[in-house]
């Protein structure tokens, strides 16, 4: 029986960066509150879809789902040796920014064969009200092709951390984790809409509950 999880290696690297680094800045400096843990699927593939309004988002919510959380990065960070190295261990992988990138959308589809919970911000930029008033079908289109389950997380608060240059502020922030929502099933443009809005429309509402 095949073991849904990511690889020991990436196991053994998120665990020591989120027990070390990204836990305890959360829970102190950021005053971090997380909901709805049991929410979390942990032996399957999985899309996770939030707002987003910070470049902190992606380790807070790595570490807030309990498992590696692989996300695109740019491609550009990918050209410095030790830095891509990294990254790719703890499960980034590279989209080309600016352009419809087939090569990210079969990474993408790479990663959660093999195991991995991928990470997906559906508005597909920041904003700094934290809210998703666009969203965007490309997590939909995925979970269709991969039959997978889309796991919808609410960042509170992050828009707040980098007000202050260089150095983050101390806000509080809360994460909610809403219950796994089923992938389209098919590829049609208002099937994918249809759970496109429904994770949209999650987010927000878990978002409107505040600190």
């Known amino acids: 029986m095949k073991r849904y999880r990511e690889p020991r290696h990436n196991l053994v690297l998120y665990h020591l960066l989120k027990w070390s680094t990204?836990?305890?800045?959360?829970h102190t400096y950021f005053r971090g509150r997380i909901e709805g843990i049991e929410?979390?699927?942990q032996t399957e593939p999985i899309i996770v879809v939030s707002n987003h309004a910070s470049n902190f988002d992606p380790p807070i919510v790595s570490?807030?789902?309990?498992?590696?959380?692989?996300?695109?990065?740019?491609?550009?960070?990918?050209?410095?040796?030790?830095?891509?190295?990294?990254?790719?261990?703890?499960?980034?992988?590279?989209?080309?920014?600016?352009?419809v990138d087939r090569s990210a959308i079969?990474?993408?589809?790479?990663a959660l064969e093999a195991g991995w919970a991928v990470g997906m911000f559906i508005q597909g930029t920041r904003r700094e009200d934290e809210k998703i008033t666009d969203p965007k079908v490309g997590a939909a289109l995925i979970a269709?092709?991969?039959?997978?389950?889309?796991?919808?997380?609410?960042l509170w608060g992050t828009a707040q951390i980098e007000k202050k240059p260089p150095i983050p502020r101390s806000v509080p922030i809360t994460i909610r984790i809403g219950s796994a929502i089923a992938p389209p099933p098919s590829t049609k443009r208002s099937d994918l809409e249809t759970v496109t809005q429904h994770c949209a429309d999650t987010i927000n509402q878990l978002h409107d509950l505040g600190r």
Not at 22 to 26: A, E, G, I, R, T
Not at 106 to 110: E, F, G, K, P
């Open 22 to 26: 990204v836990s305890p800045l959360l």
């Open 39 to 41: 929410n979390i699927p």
């Open 63 to 99: 570490n807030c789902v309990c498992r590696p959380v692989a996300f695109m990065a740019k491609q550009e960070l990918f050209n410095v040796p030790v830095l891509s190295r990294l990254i790719r261990w703890y499960g980034a992988y590279p989209v080309k920014r600016n352009a």
């Open 106 to 110: 079969r990474a993408t589809l790479t």
């Open 144 to 154: 269709a092709k991969a039959q997978v389950r889309l796991l919808p997380v609410s």
